[in-house]
């Protein structure tokens, strides 16, 4: 992978089409900051290039999980997309968000108890 600089920015939007398909909403808005863009853009690149231990369609039914998890529209909306042309069944998609829904709700639960015991302690409500 080539490193972009901000001298690179017509690159850029080269760079995210040929990964997604099209310029992602937080990516034509970071345009106005370039060295902040060229920074997430080789940050991105670098994880998905370096780190080939996982094929595209499996980071994209991840990312699919993480912002349904996170709860970005835009993002969910974007990545569905992306997963749809790389030939990412509903199924698949479904399953990806079941797991995220499971996980964020055990987190949610998790860290609730959790304080709730904490605070219990505190008060000798032990």
Do not use: W
Request: charged share 30%; glycine share 4%; net charge negative.
């Amino acid at each position: 992978m080539e490193l972009l600089t901000e001298k690179d920015m017509d690159k850029i939007e080269e760079v995210v089409k040929k990964r997604y398909g099209k310029v992602p909403y937080i990516i034509e808005r970071m345009a106005e900051n370039p060295k902040l863009l060229v920074s997430k853009v080789n940050y991105d690149e670098a994880v998905v290039d370096d780190y080939k231990h996982l094929d595209a369609k499996t980071v994209e039914l991840i990312s699919i999980a993480v912002v349904a998890a996170l709860g970005c529209e835009h993002c969910i909306d974007f990545h569905i997309d992306a997963g749809k042309k790389m030939g990412i069944t509903d199924e698949q998609i479904m399953t990806a968000v079941m797991v995220a829904g499971s996980l964020a709700n055990s987190a949610v639960l998790s860290k609730a108890t959790r304080s709730m015991q904490k605070i219990n302690q505190f008060y000798g409500e032990e």
